[in-house]
């Protein structure tokens, strides 16, 4: 019997065959490892930092819109990075977990530029301390 996490995993997997080319699904899909769902943040394990990037930069709307629609609007996506897989190694592979950081909506924090600009305290930021104003001659 499969756990929450897999079924979840497999139907993500089905809607996600079904909007992308075969080739991309199974270079960057197949070897995603379902590791835990925690209410509804399922934590999927990746093979590398770049793969992580690559997902992040090229699927994350395809990724977020399969989990929302699995798990409900409030639904996240966490990784797990696989940072050391030492074929020789005898103890278990070394990981870091990875929220989603593209979810959510990008708030821009303005900054308030002085009008007044005759006030001795407001410098002008386009010039350069210590160097001497040329003249060029438009003839």
């Not at 690559?54 to 629609?69: F, M």
């Amino acid at each position: 019997m499969k756990s929450k996490h897999e079924l979840v995993r497999e139907n993500c997997l089905k809607i996600i065959k079904d909007n992308i080319n075969v080739q991309s699904f199974k270079t960057w899909f197949d070897p995603i490892k379902p590791v835990k769902l925690d209410g509804n943040v399922p934590t999927i394990q990746v093979p590398s930092q770049f793969f992580y990037e690559w997902l992040e930069e090229h699927y994350v709307t395809l990724l977020r819109k399969t989990i929302k629609r699995e798990l409900g609007e409030s639904a996240k996506l966490e990784y797990r990075i696989l940072v050391d897989s030492s074929a020789g190694s005898k103890s278990l592979p070394k990981t870091i977990d990875v929220p989603n950081y593209r979810e959510g909506v990008c708030e821009i924090n303005e900054v308030s530029m002085p009008t007044v600009f005759s006030s001795p305290m407001v410098k002008n930021p386009f010039v350069i301390p210590g160097l001497k104003k040329i003249h060029v001659d438009s003839n």
